[in-house]
């Protein structure tokens, strides 16, 4: 333990074997959290002896430069599920880059108007996308749909009761339940109906005068089948009108427009919605919209007013580059150029143009070391939606000779960029359907460089 060098020791090595300018503060920061880590290490008879202090300044500098590369990277998803939640849902259109970067570099007129020079609002600029999009007559954006949820039930509903179906009390996954969030927004749930059948009398019968809002949940993360009943959104329109309490239906997954390509399940368009008359109607902008994270409300003018005037709108804001790519998807799909919107272009792949890539993709890989093999494999849309849909195409089945199936995972996954693929029946699956096809190189350079046939052994990996 004494033979452990010190803070300034270590330092000096450091500045000695690297000419970077670090802050003298982490650089310290760093040696301390080394030595300490060794005498733990020491201490529990991992280790025996002390390691010189060149290598002790080189793992410091190891750490450094760790540090200097961004945690947040990207990753090349061949896993076929097309809204993946963990690799960030749904890739963003080039304008919506473009548009972000024009916004983001410099000021913008974000809550100014430049014609009078006052004070503007932030939904003005996809407010009259959204309305002629949908038909609504109102529209406004949060930073999420769990927040426009969240939003409108505190607003329209906090100290009264929201009637909803049990049979809709939904989690949609990281703790977004639709009880808690009633919860939180100080509404009481009033539930009505059973897990798997509840009728309009049943809502009828729940309304008192402490009701303050009808409510609609998506199931769209799950199917109740069998002996099943539900009351659809437009059957409780007129409830809502002939009792003044406004009907809110949270849709889940935003979809414009019915997708390209598959028989998909029957998916409720928003201006479908819309036109079944509901009073107020939220999604979420990153899932089959196919734009950025955001939370879309529609609905009657003076509600969205409402919504708007409300404390918590300001805390759900949409910040301003999500509000740029919101737009400028928007804009994609207002001109008929929807096809643009990569997850789109992802829908629309045929088996077809899938399997002459994959294919290609078989050709390139031929490497020593792999066992490659064409099969059939299904992509699924993911993130919550469409939990039963099936996109068939095809998938390269790899089996590696000298690694194990999890090993090579990790490696793709630490290759740049990280590769993300699937474990499926003794193999790893790569499924283009979820790839933009200028991708398709990379992922090709990807095993190139963990496979480079090795001259001297003739062997790979
Ligand atoms: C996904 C989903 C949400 C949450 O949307 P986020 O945009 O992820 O906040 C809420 N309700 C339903 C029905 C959903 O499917």
Redesign the pocket.
């Known amino acids: 333990m004494r033979t452990l060098p010190g803070v300034d020791r270590v330092l000096l090595a450091v500045q000695r074997l690297s000419s970077d300018h670090w802050p003298l503060a982490l650089v310290t920061d760093e040696i301390q959290q080394q030595i300490s880590a060794l005498r733990a290490r020491l201490l529990n008879k991992e280790l025996t002896r002390v390691p010189d202090l060149d290598a002790l300044a080189r793992a410091v500098l190891i750490r450094l430069d760790q540090i200097q590369s961004p945690s947040l990277r990207p990753v090349i998803n061949a896993s076929g599920i097309l809204l993946h939640?963990n690799l960030g849902r749904a890739p963003l259109a080039k304008e919506a880059m473009q548009q972000i970067q024009q916004v983001a570099a410099g000021y913008s007129n974000l809550e100014i108007d430049l014609t009078t020079g006052r004070r503007g609002s932030r939904h003005s600029h996809v407010e009259r996308l959204l309305c002629r999009l949908s038909g609504a007559e109102a529209a406004m954006v949060v930073n999420?749909?769990?927040?426009?949820?969240l939003l409108a039930l505190t607003a329209l509903a906090k100290g009264r009761e929201a009637i909803v179906s049990r049979g809709e009390l939904?989690e949609?996954g990281g703790s977004?339940r639709i009880p808690e969030v009633m919860e939180a927004g100080g509404v009481q749930l009033r539930e009505v109906g059973s897990s798997n059948r509840t009728h309009l009398q049943d809502y009828r019968q729940a309304i008192n005068a402490e009701s303050a809002l009808l409510l609609k949940?998506?199931?769209?993360?799950y199917k109740i089948i069998g002996f099943t009943s539900s009351v659809p959104a437009a059957d409780l329109v007129p409830l809502a009108r002939e009792t003044g309490i406004p009907l809110l239906e949270?849709?889940?997954?935003g979809l414009l427009r019915p997708l390209p390509g598959y028989a998909l399940p029957e998916e409720p368009t928003i201006s479908e919605a819309v036109a079944s008359g509901v009073d107020l109607l939220?999604c979420?902008?990153?899932?089959l919209l196919g734009g950025p994270?955001?939370?879309l409300i529609f609905g009657r003018r003076e509600l969205i007013e409402k919504l708007r005037s409300h404390p918590l709108a300001r805390a759900l804001r949409i910040d301003k580059l999500s509000l740029a790519a919101l737009e400028a998807t928007l804009r994609l799909y207002l001109t008929g150029r929807e096809s643009q919107i990569p997850l789109l272009a992802f829908f629309a792949a045929s088996s077809q143009e899938l399997l002459e890539r994959t294919r290609e993709l078989q050709r390139q890989l031929d490497l020593p070391g792999l066992k490659l093999e064409i099969v059939d494999a299904a992509a699924m849309v993911g993130?919550?939606?469409m939990p039963e849909a099936e996109l068939p195409g095809p998938a390269l089945a790899i089996q590696p000779e000298a690694l194990s199936l999890d090993q090579l995972a990790a490696a793709l996954r630490a290759a740049e960029p990280a590769l993300v693929a699937r474990i499926h029946d003794e193999r790893l699956l790569l499924n283009l359907r979820s790839v933009d096809p200028t991708d398709d190189q990379l992922i090709v350079a990807i095993f190139k460089s963990l496979f480079r046939p090795d001259p001297a052994s003739g062997t790979g990996a």
């Not at 949270?250 to 997954?253: A, F, V, Y």
Request: charged share 10%.
């Open positions: 939640t999420n749909n769990a927040g426009a949820v939904v949609i977004f949940v998506h199931t769209s993360n949270d849709l889940g997954s939220t979420s902008g990153d899932k994270q955001a939370g993130g919550g939606a």
